[in-house]
């Protein structure tokens, strides 16, 4: 099992670590700081490297249980060589500040979340929503939280607690990860944002750049679209 540096922490850039194993889709190592491709977040590109060798990490996934880098060059590695990690960081960065935005907008439209995504300057909820909300209303709010300057923090409840409090789970398409006994919580605020999270996120809202626009577009009947731009 590789070690999932970047739950606990979203901002180390290089890491030097072991070629665990390698298979036709790319390369697993013993830890890693590469986000793997989950929750509407894209997994992490970036480098891995040695003396000799050096190539391009395409992507990041899990395949069949393991958390694959996705590498242009297997043939240049094998099992137990040392290698350095290098993210590519202002990638991976603005995907931290668009996911916490959508936290964000989860706290501002209280309704259930039907789908998402995160890109890189942008992001969209889907909401079981009637009503269109005023597009100015969710801009003006969004950035005053952002400006406030919130703390963002980790944290984990029991399976057990989870089931009693069911309506912590804000996404109805991405199930909590289950099975470890312990589910990761995001919190914003005080009492801004509280729910399960495998993501990565920022520390203070206020790294998260001013949103420019927000777009409202109507999905269905009950299904409303909010995309923002940063
Ligand atoms: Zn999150």
Redesign the pocket.
């Known amino acids: 099992m590789t070690v999932e540096l970047f739950r606990d922490d979203s901002y180390t850039k290089e890491l030097d670590v072991i070629v665990s194993e390698v298979i036709p889709e790319g390369l697993i190592f013993d830890k890693t700081i590469f986000y793997p491709e989950g ?1 509407g977040q894209p997994g992490d590109e970036g480098f891995v490297k040695n003396d000799e060798n050096k190539t391009r990490v395409l992507g990041t996934k899990y395949i069949n249980q393991k958390l694959v880098h996705l590498v242009e060059e297997t043939q240049d590695f094998k099992k137990n060589d040392k290698v350095k990690l290098e993210l590519d960081w202002s990638r991976r960065y603005s995907h931290m500040q668009v ?2 935005c959508l ?1 964000l907008l989860c706290s501002i439209i209280p309704y259930p979340v039907t789908g998402g995504s995160i890109g890189d300057g942008r992001g969209r909820l889907d909401f079981d929503l009637e009503t269109k909300p005023n597009k100015e209303d969710v801009l003006n709010s969004l950035n005053k939280l952002i400006s406030d300057d919130h703390t963002i923090s980790i944290s984990s409840i029991t399976d057990d607690e989870l089931d009693q409090n069911p309506d912590l789970v804000r996404t109805m398409s991405v199930k909590p990860p289950r099975g470890s006994g312990t589910i990761r919580m ?1 919190k914003i605020g005080e009492d801004i944002d509280f729910q399960p ?1 495998g ?1 990565t ?1 920022v520390k203070k809202t206020s790294e998260i750049k001013l949103v420019k626009s927000v777009k409202i577009e109507n999905k269905g009947k009950m299904n409303k679209r909010i995309i923002v731009n940063f």
Request: glycine share 24%; charged share 0%; net charge neutral.
């Open positions: 929750g996911h916490t936290h995001i999270c993501g996120h």
